[in-house]
């Protein structure tokens, strides 16, 4: 992308081309007088991710990849983002190998990337190897341009990132996630991109995820960023408030020289502005984006027809989302925030916790809200309402925001928010990334080396370990084996949203495995468990499924797995069931423990609806056992909730009793989860 001359630029703003009919593309004639504006879709990454929940499979992508090659983009999102974690947890697909089948059939096109910093696809900071080496395969395996990005605006940790991919020879493009706040000036952007120049970046993204961007305000900023720096400028909108078209035609006009689209069928609501749109508006102006039009129709019908099987069934009602011109909340954020208020039965508090969000935000020092301070600043603000005190609970993660592991916060947070959280830890003033210790040497210890078949498998399991574990499981299965992916068993689970659980109505009788065999395997496990969590998040009703002889019902919160002609389907303890194989009956289940059975009166209780950890990760020892004696606010245990961990600390000194709840068991708010006696 080379920057467009200012004296050009100065030329052509505003004007429409002359002798160009209204609506009537120009000439080639008059496309060779025009300056060059370059289209990103995002059709393959960001509208997909905003729309369909992730859920494009890699053949989804192949069958119309060539099409796309031939449009003319100046480059294709595909990678990075959530798609990463969904390729593996819903899809059961490798990563990579998206990534390698792409590159094979797009020689036109540069692919482009999402990549969260210091972050690099999670929700946390990560050390220098693992992500320079996330870096080199990405490259080694087709990238060409990394869009890099920081949920704080902190340079600092966006610097390895940028390094690492000059060095492996990518296109760095820096990012301003674009905000309103009494903090977030003009002059305060243009210091942000300034400091990324200064580090090397190759061109600029104005990150607008939340789609608050008007025109008015992107013709300001880009006019003076245009003045400030000397890399390209590209926007990337989101169409939720419906502003975003207008947006990018002030922000190309001020200076900007690419845009970021999606296809018409893919476009809109929360994802990117449709290209034909752009196109059309453009093509009566001094601007031109040649793109070959056959191709986008292609394109179009092709996703007209993918959309038919994929778009979820209950979609956005309305295609634009005027709460987010009220709150500036983006729309994405409001319905995890419906979600996480059902999972807690508590969706009548609603408007108290958008009143309660942007106050939490402002005490937290303004951070925009992205991935991940968007969860953060989100859950803060439900724990704020359902608790009755702010900020009396808060997550680890708040409490890590707060301490400065994500970075520096944009503003001051109130200092007696930092005492509350706090206590007597001082935040820390380094580069977040500078505490970490190398992680690549033992980032494997204690997976079992046959799932891991190569340097791409480690680095998918660094990021995402339980994911990874659950993919590498499934497919060393043979094919005739595997369990259905979760996406299809979602599916299914949405076609009959709240059926009765009949046993002789779901699903095909087929034979029970022979006595003695385990009823499911450890992938068969992993997927339920994945799409448990699906299940209770969409809060479907019940629902029964038999397969391979096994017939698992769920309904929320819980499974109950049996042999599919069993007529009484039984509660059984998956979880140990699997770290133990062997057989297993499912009549053998054991019964539930009565809540505090084992204890003297005394429990520690879960303070929401959630699942119960002992441990922080796969392969971590369990903060605490049965007999230990712990002090006053020792970590017990963890209740992930709102997927954030918890932590549930001792309430006094104490010797722990007896666990009442299983490792990865749901838990229901005030559901006891560990008997004590004072001592
Ligand atoms: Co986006």
Not at 294 to 307: I, K, M, P
Request: aromatic letters at 6%; glycine letters at 6%; a negative charge.
């Amino acid at each position: 992308m080379k920057k467009t001359s200012k004296t050009r630029k100065k030329r052509a703003a505003g004007q429409t081309v002359a002798g160009a009919k209204p609506n009537q593309p120009a000439s080639e004639e008059e496309n060779l007088h025009k300056i060059p504006l370059r289209i990103t879709d995002t059709t393959l990454r960001d509208a997909h991710q905003s729309l369909w929940a992730t859920r494009m499979r890699t053949a989804d992508v192949m069958g119309i990849i060539e099409a796309i090659d031939s449009v003319g983009y100046y480059s294709l999102e595909m990678w990075g983002g959530a798609t990463f974690d969904v390729c593996m947890r819903f899809l059961r697909e490798n990563p990579w190998e998206r990534l390698r089948q792409v590159k094979a059939k797009t020689p036109n096109t540069p692919l482009q990337m999402l990549l969260r910093g210091q972050n690099v696809l999670g929700y946390k900071n990560y050390a220098d190897d693992l992500l320079d080496r996330f870096v080199a395969l990405a490259c080694e395996n087709g990238m060409d341009i990394f869009r890099i990005f920081d949920a704080l605006n902190d340079t600092r940790n966006l610097e390895q990132a940028i390094r690492s991919v000059k060095k492996y020879g990518g296109h760095a493009q820096g990012t301003i996630c674009y905000t309103i706040s009494p903090f977030h000036t003009v002059a305060e952007f243009v210091r942000a991109a300034r400091e990324q120049v200064e580090i090397g970046i190759d061109s600029l993204c104005i990150k607008d995820m939340a789609g608050i961007l008007s025109p008015i305000s992107a013709e300001r900023l880009i006019s003076a960023l245009v003045k400030a720096i000397d890399v390209p400028i590209q926007m990337h909108c989101h169409a939720s408030s419906g502003m975003a078209t207008a947006t990018y035609v002030e922000g190309v006009r001020a200076g900007a020289g690419a845009i970021d689209c999606s296809i018409s069928p893919m476009a809109g609501f929360s994802a990117q502005p449709p290209v034909e749109t752009l196109l059309a508006i453009f093509d009566e102006t001094s601007y031109h984006a040649n793109l070959n039009k056959d191709a986008l129709r292609e394109q179009c019908r092709y996703f007209v027809e993918l959309a038919k099987k994929r778009r979820p069934k209950q979609g956005p009602l309305s295609i634009i989302d005027p709460e987010i011109l009220q709150h500036q909340i983006p729309g994405g954020m409001i319905s995890n925030l419906r979600a996480q208020l059902e999972e807690q039965n508590a969706l009548d508090r609603l408007d108290d916790v958008l009143a309660e969000l942007p106050r939490t935000r402002a005490d937290l020092g303004f951070p925009p809200l992205v991935t991940p301070t968007s969860q953060i600043v989100g859950i803060q603000s439900v724990i704020n309402v359902l608790s009755g005190k702010r900020f009396a609970m808060v997550t680890q993660e708040t409490k890590n925001y707060v301490k400065g592991l994500y970075g520096r916060p944009p503003a001051r947070i109130k200092p007696a928010i930092v005492k509350q959280i706090l206590g007597n830890e001082k935040p820390i003033t380094c580069r977040p990334a500078d505490l970490l210790e190398p992680m690549l040497p033992q980032a494997t210890e204690g997976v079992a080396p046959k799932l891991i078949q190569n340097e791409e498998d480690i680095l998918s399991y660094c990021l995402f370990p339980e994911q990874a574990l659950g993919y590498f499981e499934w497919r060393a299965l043979p094919p005739e084996k595997r369990p259905p992916i979760p996406a299809d068993l979602e599916a299914e689970a949405k076609e009959e949203p709240a059926a009765p659980p009949k046993p002789e109505a779901a699903g095909t009788k087929a034979a029970a495995p022979p006595a003695g065999e385990p009823l499911l395997t450890p992938a068969d496990y992993g997927a339920l468990k994945d799409l448990l969590q699906t299940f209770n998040k969409l809060g479907l009703g019940e629902l029964s499924i038999a397969r391979k002889g096994v017939r698992v019902r769920l309904s929320t919160g819980k499974m109950a797995i049996s042999a599919a002609d069993s007529d009484a389907a039984q509660t059984a303890d998956p979880e140990a069931e699997w770290l133990e194989p062997g057989p297993v009956a499912a009549a053998e289940a054991e019964p539930e423990p009565e809540p505090g059975a084992a204890g003297n009166g005394q429990t520690i209780n879960a303070p929401l609806n959630g699942t119960l950890y002992r441990s922080p990760g796969p392969g971590k020892p369990t903060l605490a056992n049965e007999g230990d004696e712990v002090e006053q606010g020792a970590a017990v245990c963890i209740v992930e909730a709102m997927k954030l961990f918890n932590e549930i600390t001792a309430p006094c000194k104490c010797r722990l009793l007896k666990f009442l709840v299983e490792h990865g068991q749901p838990v229901k708010k005030d559901d006891p989860l560990v008997s004590f006696e004072m001592v």
